[in-house]
């Protein structure tokens, strides 16, 4: 594990930087370069995923499990997002899928810009699918679409029944919510069923998994969310 104590934003140990040039507004150079990114990526025909969420909610457990469990349907590529350590990348790597690591600093989401430079360290040509793991957050990432077919946000029922209400932005740019550690809601005194009718509120058209990603239960469920 390797722990970068830098404020720049580092891929596999390279720097990366976006020059902005006066007047140039970051939302809108984002989007076009997200475009790009979505552009590349059909054309290769890769499916591309965001998967968004709080430090701790399950991010990294899900991506374990669906690697496991798609990779001998698609060869798969992961770029993992984490503001300083290698410690998410170390844990997908062992499964043999190629993982870029993205150590965003003090930056609390990605980037489109970001994306496409990691892009530059895989072959694009050679993968079928692409998860990406956001910086653990569940504010930033929302204005900074990717460039991604589908996004996902993670919640956990250990963040409590106000997850959805009090981050309406995120749950609005998600395709598919997953409603993780299922095994937890009695414990916590979470409704599972509350948090499904909230989130269906902000975002009608989302489709919802519940998941316990220790044990797999659920990730079936989200892997057909995701159409994959
Ligand atoms: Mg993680």
Request: proline share 3%; hydrophobic share 40%; charged share 25%.
């Amino acid at each position: 594990m390797n722990i970068l104590k830098k404020d720049k934003q580092v891929i596999n140990g390279n720097e990366v930087s976006l020059e902005l040039k006066p007047g140039m507004n970051i939302l809108q150079v984002n989007k076009e370069l997200a475009q790009k990114n979505l552009e590349l990526f059909q054309k290769h025909n890769v499916k591309a995923i965001d998967i968004m969420g709080s430090i701790g909610a399950g991010k990294t457990s899900l991506i374990e499990q669906l690697v496991q469990k798609l990779k001998q349907k698609y060869r798969i590529a992961v770029f993992k997002g984490d503001l300083t350590t290698t410690i998410d990348a170390d844990r997908i790597g062992k499964y043999g899928v190629q993982v870029v690591t993205i150590n965003t600093g003090r930056e609390c989401h990605l980037e489109a810009h970001v994306v496409s430079k990691a892009v530059e360290k895989i072959d694009v040509k050679t993968i079928d699918l692409l998860i990406i793991e956001n910086v653990g957050n569940l504010i930033c990432p929302a204005e900074f679409p990717l460039g991604t077919n589908k996004r996902v946000v993670v919640i956990s029922v250990t963040e409590g029944p106000y997850m959805i209400l009090k981050h309406p932005f995120t749950f609005m740019t998600a395709d598919v919510m997953v409603i993780n550690k299922r095994d937890l809601a009695q414990t916590m005194k979470i409704d599972i069923k509350q948090l499904e009718n909230q989130a269906k509120e902000v975002k009608p058209t989302v489709k919802v998994a519940v998941t316990n990603a220790l044990t797999g239960e659920g990730v079936e469920e989200l892997i057909n969310a995701l159409e994959l």
